[in-house]
């Protein structure tokens, strides 16, 4: 089976998803033809986890199909201040 | 008396009277704290029209209920006038440890009236209150004050709520700021603390707030403590401001006076590149387990930046080094929260970090609230753009995008009211009537308050926030009762208590059999009251509306017409029991609400 791999980076407090004493971006291996919600189940994040999600610097649905070597970004929307 | 001491301080600073008033249990569970107790003292003691720089306003330090219990969310109190920004209800709202001290003192608010002919500041130990001369402190930044103030009373863990030079220059957005990295920044309460010539509050209280449940409150405790991995964690780990790139992406961060919408520099500036370039530490607020607060520090030179980390860090913290040797950012001033790095960085077109760092603690050192100075600059910058602003007028300083150390600089001037500081000092609202020339379609004010840096075009949650709050340009949905509540009792927003622990919270700690129904109407009487004294200054519904900035449409957004705004404006008038057509308060909400006596002076 053919696979892609991924880079994601995980901002404010969807790092409690990165794997323990991990920081920075994570490279994660899908089978081609994968789509963002497949990645957030392999993540571990729940399907209805409020979040922004950007692909190659767009924003991203959840049935966008990833490329081999895309940059996804996860980013919890936040206020105040 | 649990959660409060049936003790209101009212000082008159003409002739340095004070008196203690006692109004009741009734009073406490009617108003609760914060907003309540404000508008309360408003409308009974401002006459109508009253200059808000004048010695007919009044000035309230109010805590809430809770403020000063021994738990996470409960250091918050609020500051009160008429606004020298808005000519309407002003308030502002603020954590750190001065608001629990002030409770731990015995007081649960106080009233400052009239102005002082000298400068001078307050003093409260306990029950012993004293006005003390401030001619030695008066022009000083805060932290010299501070420094003063805890050196001459001979007690470093005094508490000081007090105005930078800003304030005494009666900038109109002159903030109060306390524990020096705290501040009550929106709508002005440092000007009208500099027109009463009152420097600072100092306060040292020995008590504890009684609590009439501790095991109830201790379990609360314990339970949001638990939380943090799973609600508190982004908070704990950035503070506000981690979201920066999500905002931009969806086309929603404020840029160039609001105009963009998003920024490839945003990722530059946002509490992820705080924390990874120059924040050392994460503070906290009284009794909180989250330490949202970050604390910034910058040395010029690389040498102090060494010593600093060997001596004050011993080790355990990176000093950052200006780049360029240009600015050293003092971490007694905090750092900037979400609001700062956008309405001083990423609205003016700036990626330099450590320049808004600069301009964050400038404003903390001289007394200003970053958003309002924020997006006054980012008006006269478009105005300058455009030509309306010349050179001519702002006595040859360029007011330009982009210009990370003009910023700087401008923040000076404005804190001393010097060359165009002066005319910027007044606010962009009042600024923009002076020099006319079209420059109003420029602003981002609602009531003459500059709106905070979350766009309504992309924040449906927004709207009725900046519509509708009573203080004009509020972000934080003070309209709900949900957040309305928490600002009368001194619970903090960011903390994760739904609505039924913020009720298991104020019967653990007042001991009141308080429902669901009684909770919701102490916020609405809050926001009833607030609405009462802005009708009764002449505002009304044509003030209920939004610049035309954000009718334009954003890249991403679309513009928000005049029929969605009053849409929304007449829903929430229903909702809150007011006039549909004029926003009134209806007389059978004043009776449900029992402010009728409070409604009569608003006539």
Known sequence: MRTITVSVTLFADLRRYLPRGAEGPQRYTLPDGATLADLLRTIGVPPDAELTAAVDGELAAQDATLRDGAEVLLLSPMEGG | ?603
């Not at chain 2, 606004?83 to 002030?102: H, I, N, Q, R």
């Not at chain 2, 506000?240 to 929603?252: D, F, N």
């Not at chain 2, 060494?306 to 905090?334: F, L, Q, S």
């Open chain 2, 1 to 603: 008396m649990n959660g409060y001491w049936n003790k209101i301080l009212h000082v008159r600073l003409d002739d340095r009277r004070t008196w203690i008033e006692a109004p009741g249990e009734a009073f406490f569970r009617r108003y609760g704290g914060g907003r309540g107790v404000i508008a309360h003292y408003l409308l009974k003691h401002v006459p109508k029209g009253a200059d808000p720089l004048g010695p007919d306003n009044v000035l309230i330090f109010a805590p809430g209920v809770v403020t000063g219990a021994p738990l996470p969310g409960a250091g918050r109190h609020s500051v009160g006038a008429k606004s020298p920004l808005t000519f309407a209800f002003g308030e502002s709202e603020s954590g750190g440890y001065w608001g629990a001290e002030l409770k731990r003192a015995g007081w649960d608010a106080i009233v400052v009236h009239g102005a002082s002919p000298t400068p001078v500041y307050l003093w409260i130990n306990d029950g012993t209150i004293e006005v003390r001369d401030a001619a030695h402190l008066w022009g000083k930044v805060t932290g010299e004050v501070e420094e003063a103030i805890l050196a001459e009373l001979g007690d470093p863990r005094i508490r000081v709520a007090q105005i930078g030079p800003a304030g005494e220059r009666l900038v109109r957005f002159a903030c109060i700021a306390n524990d020096l990295n705290e501040v009550a920044g929106r709508t002005g309460m440092g000007a009208v603390m500099g027109a009463k010539k009152l420097k600072a509050i100092a306060v040292r209280g020995h008590g504890a707030v009684k609590v009439a449940d501790q095991p109830a409150l201790l379990a609360t405790a314990k339970w949001v403590s638990s939380t943090m991995d799973e609600k508190h964690r982004a908070f704990h780990e950035f503070g506000t401001g981690a979201a920066m790139q999500g905002k931009s992406l969806e086309g929603g961060m404020p840029v160039l006076n609001y105009r963009l919408g998003a920024s490839d520099t945003v990722a530059r500036v946002d509490a992820v590149a705080v924390r990874e370039q120059v924040r050392v530490k994460m503070t906290s607020c009284y009794s909180c387990s989250v330490r949202c607060k970050k604390v910034v520090h910058v040395e010029r030179q690389e040498a102090a930046a060494r010593e600093a980390e060997a001596t004050v860090y011993k080790g355990r913290a990176r000093v950052a080094v200006d780049p360029r040797g240009r600015y050293r950012v003092d971490p007694r001033y905090g750092g900037p929260e979400y609001e700062s790095l956008a309405a001083l960085g990423v609205n003016l077109g700036l990626d330099d970090l450590v320049a808004i760092c600069k301009s964050n603690e400038l404003c903390n050192a001289l007394g200003m609230d970053t958003v309002s100075l924020g997006a006054t600059l980012a008006w006269a910058m478009e105005c300058f753009e455009k030509g309306l602003l010349t050179s001519e007028d702002t006595g040859g300083v360029p007011l330009r995008f982009h210009d990370a150390d003009g910023v700087v600089r401008l923040v000076e001037l404005i804190a001393r009211r010097e060359g165009i500081g002066d005319l910027l000092a007044e606010g962009s609202q009042q600024a923009a009537r002076r020099i006319g020339r079209g420059s109003e379609a420029y602003l981002t004010t609602v009531k003459g308050l500059e709106m905070a840096m979350h766009d309504p075009r992309h924040m449906p949650i927004m709207r009725a926030s900046y519509l509708l709050a009573p203080t004009g340009g509020d972000h934080m949905r003070q309209t709900g009762n949900r957040n309305g509540l928490r600002n009368q009792v001194g619970l903090c927003h960011f903390l994760a208590y739904d609505d039924g622990q913020a009720l298991t919270i104020l019967r653990a700690v007042t001991g009141w059999d308080v429902t669901p129904e009684e909770l919701v109407a102490t916020a609405h009487r809050g926001l009833t009251l607030a609405r009462l004294f802005n009708l009764r200054e002449g505002l009304g519904r044509g003030d209920d509306r939004l610049p035309a900035r954000f009718s334009e449409a954003l890249p991403k957004h679309a513009g928000l017409t005049r029929g969605q705004q009053e849409q929304i404006v007449t829903e929430y008038y229903t909702e809150q029991g007011w006039d549909p057509a004029t926003g009134v308060p209806t007389a059978e909400t004043l009776r449900a609400l029992g402010i009728e006596e409070d409604a009569a002076r608003a006539v």
